[in-house]
């Protein structure tokens, strides 16, 4: 089937890559012309693994391309919108701005019976508003979100764990329906579930899912907290709940809290949308969500200082992590960088790496010293803080290994990802996130 991607962030990048691996003729969409050109080299613009592969793959075969032309989307059979809808700069809601314009640059070019498939996550009653322009050209509006992990988007993307589908009711509906069957063949037949809803609830369900995980990942931390003032352990606890089937231990890993460009921003947009539809209330408590998933950072600055012996000025402290998480170089709402820059805004002297992300931390804060190699960034450290948990911080760093390296011996784990007997025995002050 032919396809067209508006967007080549992220989210469209991969979806067109992804498309294009499983047999379909896909063209990418997009303004940025540096972007665009490297794309059409085959050269991944961000970290993702699997993505460059794939990348390169699907281009040499010919089934994938990318343009800035909006023209180029015409002949395509379904079309996907997967432009990003950041937190707006004056508030917590969510800026449809490059949702509109994708819409406006493809309506020219849209033929009867072609089918837009939102991927974008947007406010619910978004799709209902642009299915009312998107109509009289005699195409038909899905909304079709996304469910990617960033680390496994190319995973998740051609082997999904489910599919939704927002479709119109009545015959409309049900030709897209089978349309976008067809799109996710393979993960179909196996058996993949696909549920159909309407829009409204299509788009609930994204936003609904983040605002879930968010909120089990902040129940957490606020534990650790109270496991800070009674001498508990946040992660005994996590596991010992996490044995209950109606809990589980997955996203119970108390630390310094969740970033990135989905969970943070999404969650304060729904809020957002909510008290615009008159229901504030029913989720306040993402509120407090955020807010505690912020403190969570304070805590891990306050840890270092507590360690140093109540100040960082002029110490050397090594941050192991800039990306908000690992198998990423993405640093959108980073509580990694977060806790550097205030770090270095108490007058430490930090020194940051992360095996993908340290470009695209330099161009955002210049300020701070960033060291490629792992060992070389520990010299002569007095305190080192594990924030992002890349297997070589947490399983391939041994305690007195890093002994030979740094100055000091204080580690603070704030993804609790080490082991604290152990750094405890190669002479180390451990402290953990609600962990005694």
């Not at 009711?169 to 993960?187: C, D, F, I, Q």
């Not at 605002?211 to 992660?235: H, P, Q, R, Y």
């Not at 100055?407 to 604290?420: A, E, H, S, Y």
């Amino acid at each position: 089937m032919k396809l067209s991607v508006i967007g080549c962030g992220y989210l469209g990048a991969v979806h067109a890559a992804a498309m294009a691996s499983i047999g379909h003729e896909v063209v990418g969409i997009d303004v940025d012309q540096r972007k665009i050109d490297s794309l059409s080299r085959g050269e991944a613009p961000f970290f993702e693994p699997g993505l460059q592969e794939i990348l390169t793959e699907t281009i040499a075969s010919g089934r994938l391309r990318f343009t800035t032309d909006p023209a180029a989307a015409k002949g395509s059979k379904v079309h996907f919108i997967g432009v990003g809808t950041p937190q707006q700069k004056d508030g917590h809601a969510a800026d449809l701005t490059y949702v509109n314009t994708a819409v406006n640059s493809l309506i020219p070019h849209l033929a009867e019976g072609d089918i837009v498939a939102g991927k974008s996550t947007v406010p619910v009653g978004t799709a209902a508003g642009l299915a009312e322009r998107i109509v009289p050209t005699g195409a038909t509006l899905v909304w079709n979100p996304e469910f990617l992990r960033e680390g496994y988007a190319v995973q998740d993307t051609i082997d999904p764990d489910r599919l939704v589908a927002g479709v119109p009711a009545g015959p409309e509906g049900e030709r897209a329906t089978e349309t976008l069957r067809e799109v996710y063949h393979p993960s179909v037949a196996k058996g993949t579930p696909f549920i159909v809803t309407d829009y409204a609830t299509a788009e609930l369900v994204k936003v609904s899912a983040n605002a879930f995980l968010a909120t089990k990942i902040s129940f957490i931390n606020a534990m650790a907290e109270i496991a800070e003032v009674t001498g508990a352990d946040v992660t005994q606890l996590a596991d010992a709940i996490g044995h209950d089937a109606r809990i589980g231990r997955r996203f119970l890993g108390a630390g310094i809290g969740f970033g990135g460009g989905c969970l943070p921003k999404d969650i304060r947009a729904f809020s957002a949308r909510a008290e615009e539809l008159g229901r504030g209330e029913s989720v306040a408590f993402l509120r407090e969500i955020d807010e505690i998933n912020l403190r969570r950072r304070d805590r891990a600055v306050q840890l270092v200082v507590d360690g140093l012996g109540g100040s960082v000025y002029e110490r050397n402290v090594t941050v192991l992590g800039a990306a908000f998480k690992p198998h990423s170089d993405d640093i959108r709402d980073s509580p990694a960088l977060d806790v550097a820059v205030r770090l270095h805004g108490l007058g430490a002297k930090v020194t940051v790496t992360d095996p993908a992300a340290i470009e695209n931390a330099r161009r955002v804060h210049p300020q701070l010293a960033y060291v490629e190699d792992r060992d070389e960034a520990l010299r002569d450290a007095d305190a080192v803080i594990l924030v992002t948990e890349w297997d070589e911080y947490r399983r391939q760093l041994p305690p007195e290994h890093a002994s030979t390296l740094t100055t000091g011996r204080v580690i603070v784990d704030g993804r609790n990802g080490l082991d604290p007997a152990a750094w405890r025995a190669a002479g180390w002050t451990y402290y953990g996130m609600g962990r005694p």
